[in-house]
């Protein structure tokens, strides 16, 4: 205890205004991110938390169980109260005096269980296989079903947790076998429930939606009982990590609703906990998260024990503290604090009182109270209950906000020394998930919460902190992947600052070497590459080149500009064909958001000619004008951007040098990253095009703000006009069945989709309009998977010639984006605001009147068709031409 009374001694001399008026940025980010991590754990998660935080059930002697089961009892009342170090030391004595081998098997699984819970993956994988060895000694029995369903489960929750999906799918589909063979139907629906994280986790999106919608299907049937609301709930949370928030919400009020029926206080609470949990996601409007808030309080109001009751009321508080509600909020934090000492000792108990003290955090850095020697006081208990317990996992997370403490208040050798402690307990229970918060934490404390390390060996060790929290992430953004989406990245806060940061400090020398402009290059890719499969909530695995590859070898008239924008400057970083990367910063004396916000609005305004060029002119400064010379220098003729935030909402075509606008001089693309798929030019004499229209969307209320597009069917018979094959579906006749069918039935290289459509921030948002109703991006996965199985090459090119971005948000870039990974083909064209359905049909006409041509890129086919428009004086406005990007391969 001498390490714990320093600890507290230091924390009471915390002086109030230091950390009330000397907190950082990073410091500020960073209790988010704690608090994202503890939500997660405690709150967020119950279905996963069920899955592992329950023991095999003791079955009778008669049955092949246990004969005493007084120590294995204890062990699981210890287990629930998150005891586990003592829990493995009974169930380790037990084991010591059994002779049944089922028996044995049964404690080998509970203690896997714990091990597990503890961090110790091997120790716990060795339990499993163990138990499984035994038991397939054992003759097969009816009787020991029980066991062999359990221990399937437990492997299969042990085998998620070491990332190997495709063993824990298949682990639980023995479980659920078992279980209905059991007729055991609470726990088979569990078994498939977690089926369907595995298949999330594998991005086999369609075939978890299919399970999901089966089990409703069996749900139904079944009578009201708890255990038919707790698997409503756990189904209602399985779709909300699908991404179905309708269907979500309406399974956890059926589970609500029956929990009332049946006037049980604690299902009661745990429904409203999780429809509060699906109300308040990150981004949500005020009044979700007054909903929100409404039903936190009526969880807690039904609990009847603090365990239920504490994970409301916190979520509840972390809410009035965002709403700004500070009275409620200052009369809640006491309530709590009272309710966690009523908790068993457990690590629930510690995560509730590290919960806290980060809300505490949080009010204090905009609100007088309360003061930090109470925060310091919560963790430094919450610190002496895990060391009694032993619990490494847990003693980890409270050194590392006690660490985070200590840096809100610039004791930096102090917050080091915690910060270090943290990050060791987390390594050697092979803990990433929590390791990458304590590196990131520590690159920060090296630099002393300044944008600029002072000292070149803290720079240096601050570098080495940021790769290792980078190359963590980097080994666990699958497993992030597959996290629940109300939390999942909550990722400008919990995930983007890191790749950031080391962005920044890789490139604040004012010439940074080759080495550092290629890593920062790298960092970037991964940050978009990210940001696109917490988008589409999958994996996008594919055969890329890179792009440096692709320009020096195939395309040496092609060069790539990377535009990074970092808290205090713009980098771009340049690479020419067969040349080393060059770079350059600038201090915009603007806000650059407030440039290209004013720049993208003004781009679709008739007549804003001067606007337009004005800031147009802006942006062309920033990112083209230092390296004019270069360019012509290396007689480049095709500009591929990776671009940045709010860069990606606007056309580059549209940039302006003064006299010219960029596609007069440049034809121009987008790309994700660095890689790109397999680049290949296309050839006019063999290319086929499937086209599909849509004249008037479908007559119901969803479709209202969708006007009729007169010419798409002037548009299509244009494209007819320049002699290539085409493929065409009209009107009724544009369904979802019939496109599919019409795709399959031959190798199309263009699919060309003259329709409505709205590329939205997320992905239930993204669709094209069909005759009989939406065709969404999640479709798209589904028509173009199958269409590709049964054809030897990909679409080369998806044309959505009349769809829109919602709101200019640059996260819809990833819709478009998400559009051309989902029908697997090599790049799309899209628009970026909503298009002029007359100046469509010349502009489509021109486009395939050169795409396919010799020596003519599909980029070089955008950009005359582009100046085409550009040259008639009805259509020379920004907002016909600039609009369209391509987005994926260029040749």
Not at 160 to 171: E, H, M, P, Q, T
Not at 293 to 299: E, G, T
Not at 525 to 532: M, N, Y
């Amino acid at each position: 205890y001498g390490v714990l009374a320093c600890l507290t001694t230091l924390l009471c001399i915390l002086v109030s205004p230091v950390v009330a008026s000397n907190v950082d940025t990073q410091g500020l980010t960073t209790s988010v991110v704690a608090s994202d991590f503890s939500r997660d754990l405690e709150n967020l998660s119950p279905r996963r938390r069920e899955a592992l935080t329950t023991p095999l059930s003791l079955v009778g002697k008669g049955a092949g169980g246990l004969g005493d089961p007084s120590p294995q009892q204890a062990a699981k009342n210890l287990y629930m109260n998150g005891r586990f170090t003592q829990a493995v030391k009974l169930l380790q004595q037990a084991y010591q005096t059994k002779s049944d081998p089922v028996e044995k098997a049964v404690i080998l699984s509970n203690l896997a269980l714990n091990f597990h819970q503890l961090g110790r993956i091997d120790e716990a994988t060795r339990a499993i296989e163990d138990a499984i060895a035994i038991l397939q000694k054992i003759p097969n029995s009816p009787q020991h079903l029980p066991v062999w369903a359990q221990v399937w489960d437990v492997k299969g929750n042990l085998e998620l947790a070491k990332g190997k999906a495709d063993v824990a799918l298949s682990s639980w589909e023995t479980a659920a076998s078992l279980y209905q063979q059991l007729k055991d139907s609470n726990r088979a629906t569990l078994a498939q429930i977690n089926q369907a994280q595995a298949l999330q986790s594998l991005g086999l999106y369609r075939r978890e939606i299919s399970l999901l919608q089966n089990l409703t299907t069996d749900l139904q049937k079944q009578p009201d009982t708890l255990a038919k609301a707790a698997s409503f709930r756990n189904l209602g949370e399985a779709l909300a990590l699908a991404g179905d928030v309708q269907e979500a919400e309406k399974h956890l009020q059926t589970s609500l609703e029956i929990a009332q029926k049946l006037q049980s206080p604690e299902a009661i609470a745990k429904a409203y906990l999780s429809l509060g949990n699906l109300a308040y996601i990150p981004g949500s409007s005020t009044k979700q998260k007054n909903t929100a808030l409404d039903h936190y309080a009526k969880a807690a109001v039904s609990s009847t024990t603090a365990t239920s009751k504490i994970p409301a009321q916190l979520n509840r508080l972390r809410l009035l503290i965002e709403l700004e509600q500070w009275p409620a909020a200052k009369a809640l934090y006491p309530e709590i604090q009272s309710q966690i000492a009523e908790l068993p000792l457990g690590r629930s108990a510690i995560y509730a009182q590290v919960n806290l003290a980060q809300r505490l955090l949080e009010m204090r850095q905009k609100f007088p109270e309360p003061n930090p020697e109470t925060i310091g006081k919560i963790l430094a208990v919450a610190l002496q209950q895990a060391q009694q317990l032993q619990d490494v996992r847990s003693e980890s997370f409270v050194l590392g906000n006690l660490g985070h403490l200590y840096e809100l208040s610039q004791q930096w050798s102090i917050a080091q020394d915690l910060t270090r402690q943290a990050l060791n307990l987390s390594q050697s229970i092979q803990a990433p998930d929590i390791a990458y918060r304590w590196h990131w934490q520590m690159g920060r404390i090296l630099c002393q919460g300044k944008p600029s390390c002072e000292q070149p060996g803290d720079i240096t060790e601050a570098i080495a902190a940021y790769q290792q929290a980078f190359n963590t992430l980097q080994n666990i953004r699958g497993d992030l992947i597959a996290t629940n989406k109300n939390v999942q990245f909550s990722f400008r806060e919990t995930v983007e600052p890191v790749y950031r940061r080391l962005v920044d400090l890789l490139l604040q020398s004012s010439t940074p070497s080759q080495v550092n402009l290629i890593q920062a290059r790298n960092v970037i890719e991964a940050l978009q590459v990210v940001k696109l499969q917490n988008y589409l909530q999958q994996a996008c695995e594919d055969t890329k080149l890179a792009l440096d590859k692709v320009i020096d070898s195939q395309d040496q008239t092609s060069a790539v500009i990377y535009a990074i924008i970092l808290d205090d400057r713009l980098e771009v970083i340049l690479k020419r064909p067969n040349k080393e990367l060059s770079h350059y910063a600038t201090s915009p004396q603007e806000k650059i958001e407030e440039v290209l916000s004013r720049l993208y609005e003004n781009l679709q305004e008739v007549g804003s000619y001067p606007e337009v060029q004005q800031d147009g002119q802006q942006v062309y400064k920033w990112l083209i004008q230092p390296i004019e010379k270069e360019l012509k220098e290396s007689k480049i003729k095709n500009l591929i951007f990776v671009l940045d935030g709010q860069f990606k909402k606007i056309p580059m075509a549209s940039l302006y040098d003064g006299q010219q606008y960029l596609v007069e001089k440049y034809s121009v693309s987008l790309a994700l990253g660095l890689q790109v798929r397999e680049p290949k030019p296309l050839n006019r004499e063999t290319m086929k095009v499937l086209a599909a229209s849509l004249t008037k969307p479908p007559d119901n209320q969803e479709f209202s703000g969708f006007s009729p597009l007169a010419n798409v069917s002037v548009e299509v018979e244009e494209i007819k006009k320049t002699g290539l094959a085409v493929n065409w579906i009209a009107d009724e006749k544009f369904t979802t069945k019939n496109f599919n069918q019409k795709l399959n039935s031959s190798n199309f290289e263009i699919v060309h989709l003259a329709t409505h459509g709205l590329f939205g921030a997320g992905r239930e948002n993204t669709f094209v309009v069909t005759a009989d109703g939406k065709l969404k991006i999640d479709d798209f996965d589904q028509l173009f998977t199958t269409q590709s199985e049964n054809r030897t090459h990909k679409i080369e090119l998806l044309l959505l010639s009349a769809c829109q971005t919602a709101t200019g948000n640059d996260q819809e870039v990833m819709g478009i984006a998400g559009t051309i990974v989902q029908a697997g083909a090599s790049s799309a064209i899209a628009s970026l605001w909503d298009l002029d359905d007359e100046a469509s049909v010349p502009f489509i006409k021109e486009f395939y009147q050169h795409l396919g041509k010799p020596n003519i890129s599909r980029a070089e086919a955008l950009r005359l068709a582009q100046q085409s428009l550009l040259k008639n004086p009805r259509y020379d406005h920004p907002r016909y031409w600039a609009p369209y990007v391509l987005v994926g391969s260029w040749l």
